[in-house]
Structures are given as structure tokens and as C-alpha cells.
């Protein structure tokens, strides 16, 4: 899919205070502890979490877009506007949905799932190509097994441009012009337990973020570990029964 998922340039205005929000917002980001993760990664897995845990908070940012669109246009504070393929229809959808939805817990961050994520932001950073398949033709599944195995679903989201975490989340949200709405089902969805993440440039639209999910997670290593030593407790990043896979961006 050669453009940039992300379409809605909404930093001015989705940063209205919520009452007692900020606090949890901090809480939530101190969850976040791999040091391994840059500032903008922590910043994107933070903002999803809470996202997770308070849809409504999300529902309410994306209701102040309304007086911004005008059919299928939407004009920026800044006087740019531009055409986007459903209109107000698919953020009234997306409002519907986080009204309707359950919070759920916080993603966990898996070393093998970052890993996967590292290997296709570094691809595309040096091809310059765009969406789930690699330079070498892996998807997802491909790109994972090196790393470990999996409980449950897995799935992936892509964003490419200098978006902040908000911008690039709302946009997953919204989900326009893809009819399943697999990014907002996944982000959203109890079913995925663990994450990684990765950031990094892209020579066309600046920069990129992928986003792998899995309903839990094993390293190699845990697993060799736990081959070796009969009596240790597997320990994975999630669990599910879930079946759920993409490869949409």
C-alpha cells in the first residue's frame, strides 16, 4: 500500500485536559519500564494502553473533530486540508465503538515481539517500501519465528510519518477506508496480551512505527531455559485462545 496511514493531523486538537486523566496518563507510562525502548516508542505503547484502559477518554477526543470536516474534507487548524476516503462517517464509527467497548488491560512488552518489529522497521528504512511484507517476502509469522512461539492470535499495524503518538493512534482508531477496522480491533482487543514496538526513519514519508501483538509470547531463550530445567514455570507475556492474524497495515 504505497501512502501514509496516517491521514489526520489532529495534534491541536486532541489535547484537552480530562479531570483526573493526566495522573493515570502518568501512572501508565511508568508501567512502561523496558529500557530498551526509545522515548517515542514508550511514548506510542503508553498512549495505547491508555487508550485500552479508557476508550471513552478516546471517544470524547475524537468527537471534538466534527466541526473540522466538511463532507469527505477535513481542514486543519492550520488551513490545510485534505480529501479522506469516508468522510466523518468512519470517525462517528470509531466514536460508536469506544463507547461501546470494555477497557482492557495494558499491553505487555515482549523482547521477541520488539525484535520482529526492529527487523521490519530496519528493512524499510533501507528499501523505502511500505506495508506487511518484507524486502525478502516474510510476513509477520516469518519474522516472528527466529524470536520464539506464540499463544493465541498475532497481528501487526504500521504507521508511516512524523506523527505524535496521539496523531499515529487516532489514526488507528478512525481506521479510514479499511472496512474490517482491524487496526481498532486489535489495539483494543482483550485478546492480545503482549507487544513490541519499534520506531525508526523511512526515506519516503520520515519516519515509521510497527506495532506486533500476540495474545502471549515466549523468547527463545525462556524456552530453551525452560527445556533445560523441567521444574521452572514457563513464563510468557499473555495468554489466549484467540485465532485473530493480519496483514493489514
Known amino acids: 500500500m504505497k501512502f501514509k496511514i496516517a491521514a489526520f493531523s489532529i495534534a491541536a486538537i486532541v489535547v484537552v485536559a480530562i479531570t483526573g486523566f493526566h495522573s493515570t496518563q502518568s501512572q501508565t507510562k511508568k508501567a512502561v519500564t523496558d529500557s530498551t525502548l526509545s522515548d517515542s516508542e514508550r511514548d506510542l505503547l503508553s498512549e495505547i494502553n491508555l487508550a485500552r484502559a479508557h476508550p471513552l477518554t478516546y471517544a470524547s477526543y475524537l468527537e ?13 487548524s492550520n488551513g490545510n486540508s485534505f480529501t479522506t476516503e ?4 468512519a ?3 470509531a466514536i460508536a465503538f469506544l463507547r461501546a467497548a470494555k477497557p ?13 518489529a526492529v527487523a521490519h522497521v530496519k528493512d524499510q528504512s533501507a528499501t523505502g517500501s511500505t506495508g506487511h511484507k518484507g524486502s525478502d517476502s516474510t510476513f509477520l509469522e516469518q519474522r516472528l519465528k527466529p524470536y520464539g512461539a506464540w499463544d493465541g492470535g498475532i497481528g501487526e499495524n504500521i504507521t508511516y510519518g512524523n506523527e505524535s503518538a496521539r496523531e499515529r ?5 478512525i481506521d479510514d477506508g479499511v472496512p474490517s477496522r482491524g487496526h481498532r480491533r486489535r489495539l483494543l482487543s482483550g485478546d492480545y496480551r503482549a507487544a513490541g514496538i519499534s520506531c525508526g526513519p523511512h526515506p519516503e514519508f520520515g519516519a515509521m512505527c510497527v506495532l506486533t501483538l500476540a495474545g502471549g509470547f515466549t523468547d527463545v531463550q525462556a524456552a530453551t531455559s525452560t527445556a533445560n530445567k523441567p521444574t521452572t514455570t514457563k513464563t510468557t507475556s499473555g495468554n489466549t485462545n484467540s485465532r485473530i492474524k493480519s496483514r493489514k497495515m
Open 64 to 76: 471534538k473533530l466534527r466541526p473540522m470536516f466538511d463532507g469527505k474534507q477535513y481542514k486543519e
Open 86 to 89: 469516508e468522510g466523518w462517517s
Open 91 to 93: 470517525v462517528d464509527d
Open 104 to 116: 482492557s488491560g495494558p499491553l505487555a512488552i515482549s523482547r521477541g515481539l520488539c525484535l520482529a
Open 169 to 173: 493512534l487516532l489514526t488507528w482508531l
